[in-house]
């Protein structure tokens, strides 16, 4: 099912293949790299389809047999390559409410990052709940009337051809406003792109959920014009990760979504670092996931292969 909900284009992208009982092989994608580095949510989204996939195939009957991630910590060690990878699962802890694996993602170079995943069943947890407050109000469901909400544009799409995948929106009437916790912006997101004379256009799944986590144009784009206008240039800014952590709060279903609303907050940037937290939401408010980046402000070269 989720090869056709999230498309066909980002389902090969994800796939892996068992090379042995704890051990996965990947082929990371340029389609959805940064310049020459595989793009943070993009890789966060292969790390799931790893969790998943190695349950499936190794721990078959753990969870009822449909294991998911509820935590997902990543650390990133050294850039990526785009290219052939290899994963290697460690069981920490395999549990009857929830397990624990360390996932290493190497290629030909060495590790290039390490992520400790927290696996459980999504949908028969059961226990005390307490649902918060929440001021999310997502947008009206006509966004091609431009008067509430205006399409984003991916800067340099070019060298950005992982967030270029994603239609994205924001208000017209509050792109930024600065709260006690720093800078906050909202948007919408369609996981819709023109390829050749074609529009592709599929629905958000956990998975891609993952990668949109990490998918936050309008801020980057003012940033980067912040970072140019002290230099005089005009060059594409890389954003890299260096850890993400997320916490999944709900799950999608089967059938996906058609659009899917993050909060992103900016708590602060210092010295070329930021850290940044995302809220995801689905149509009628629903916290679905929770993404905290610790993020660096660089050139693009290295993006590019070039230190």
């Not at 256009?201 to 144009?217: C, I, K, Q, S, Y």
């Not at 980057?220 to 850890?243: I, M």
Request: charged share 20%; net charge neutral; with cysteine.
């Amino acid at each position: 099912m989720d090869s056709i909900t999230h498309t066909q284009e980002f389902e090969t992208a994800i796939s892996v293949r068992p090379h042995s009982s704890h051990t996965y092989n990947a082929s990371l994608s340029s389609d959805w790299a940064i310049g020459d580095a595989p793009h943070g949510g993009y890789l966060a989204a292969l790390l799931m389809r790893v969790s998943m996939t190695h349950f499936r195939h190794t721990h078959t009957n753990r969870h009822g047999g449909d294991a998911q991630p509820i935590n997902l910590a990543i650390t990133f060690l050294r850039r990526c390559s785009v290219g052939s990878a290899q994963i290697e699962v460690n069981d920490l802890k395999l549990g009857q409410k929830i397990s624990v694996i360390q996932l290493t993602l190497r290629q030909h170079d060495g590790d290039k990052l390490v992520a400790n995943v927290i696996m459980s069943n999504l949908g028969t947890e059961k226990g005390h709940t307490v649902v918060p407050t929440d001021n999310f109000k997502g947008p009206s469901k006509e966004l091609s009337d431009g008067n509430t909400w205006q399409r984003v544009d991916i800067p340099h799409p070019q060298f950005r051809r992982a967030p270029a995948h994603v239609e994205v929106h924001q208000p017209t009437q509050k792109k930024c406003t600065v709260v006690e916790t720093g800078m906050h912006w909202e948007q919408c997101a369609l996981l819709r792109w023109q390829q050749a004379d074609r529009i592709i256009h599929g629905r958000w799944t956990n998975e891609a959920a993952g990668f949109l986590l990490d998918v936050f144009p309008a801020p980057l784009a003012e940033l980067e014009e912040q970072v140019n206008a002290t230099k005089g240039e005009s060059h594409p800014v890389w954003f890299p990760t260096l850890s993400l952590n997320i916490d999944f709060k709900a799950p999608i279903g089967e059938a996906g979504l058609d659009m899917l609303y993050s909060c992103i907050n900016i708590q602060s940037i210092r010295n070329g670092r930021m850290d940044i937290r995302v809220k995801l939401h689905n149509e009628r408010g629903q916290l679905l996931a929770i993404g905290n980046h610790c993020t660096l402000i660089t050139s693009p070269t290295q993006a590019q292969g070039k230190l």
